[in-house]
T-cell receptor, first 113, second 115 residues
Framework: DTEVTQTPKHLVMGMTNKKSLKCEQH?????MYWYKQKAKKPPELMFV???????INESVPSRFSPECPNSSLLNLHLHALQPEDSALYLC????????????FGEGSWLTVV | AQKVTQAQTEISVVEKEDVTLDCVYE???????LFWYKQPPSGELVFLIR??????QNEISGRYSWNFQKSTSSFNFTITASQVVDSAVYFC????????????FGTGTQLKVEL
């Protein structure tokens, strides 16, 4: 079983809604990630947190707002999304150094209607 | 810039056949790390193996084996005696020193194992 847990597993939201995706890891990792994956494509990095601070933002639109309340929690706040934002959102964690294995959660399937 | 190529988009085999998934990478860095992940239809990316650029030893784990050859910049993955449960998309990925622990993924290979 994965030690990175994500909720909800499925989410349907309207374009005017505000929702959040949640992620928790129990591996003592100090780096956490959000990836977005469209159908039949590889995952694309969105954000990286290192020691609870945002270290990488891959030019993600502001309608996606990440938050890292503590070293084991990561949220992704969603507001005014577009239908093209429908995708699988994957949370992940790793040790902080380069080359450390990144462990992924089961993902949250998001549909924007 | 880094690049990972998985030329096989989709492979279909019959159960118990052996199958090899190809991965070719490009990087100018001398220190880098290679990974394989499995993604079943449920969506989770399952880590399979990590290899650093200084360790060219091949590895076997049960029915899985990996062949790392720096001379051809390849890190191929073989499943022996494939099973239906092996059906998934398999991603090869690369990360380098510098620029954060960012994975460069290949486009993935869809493996279908049929009875």
């Amino acid at each position: 079983d994965t030690e990175v847990t994500q909720t909800p597993k499925h989410l349907v939201m309207g374009m005017t809604n505000k929702k959040s995706l949640k992620c928790e890891q129990h591996m003592g990792h100090r780096a956490m990630y959000w990836y977005k994956q469209k159908a039949k494509k590889p995952p694309e990095l969105m954000f990286v947190y290192s020691y609870e601070k945002l270290s990488i933002n891959e030019s993600v639109p502001s309608r996606f707002s990440p938050e890292c309340p503590n070293s084991s929690l990561l949220n992704l706040h969603l507001h005014a999304l577009q239908p093209e934002d429908s995708a699988l959102y994957l949370c992940a964690s790793s040790g902080r150094g380069i080359g450390n294995t990144i462990y992924f959660g089961e993902g949250s399937w998001l549909t924007v209607v | 810039a880094q690049k990972v190529t998985q030329a096989q988009t989709e492979i279909s085999v019959v159960e118990k056949e052996d199958v090899t998934l190809d991965c070719v990478y490009e990087t100018r860095d001398t220190t880098y790390y290679l990974f394989w992940y499995k993604q079943p239809p449920s969506g989770e990316l399952v880590f399979l193996i990590r290899r650093n650029s200084f360790d060219e030893q091949n590895e076997i784990s049960g029915r899985y084996s990996w062949n790392f050859q720096k001379s051809t910049s390849s890190f191929n993955f073989t499943i022996t005696a494939s099973q239906v449960v092996d059906s998934a998309v398999y991603f090869c990925a690369l990360t380098i020193t510098g620029g954060g622990n960012k994975l460069t993924f290949g486009t993935g290979t869809q493996l279908k194992v049929e009875l």
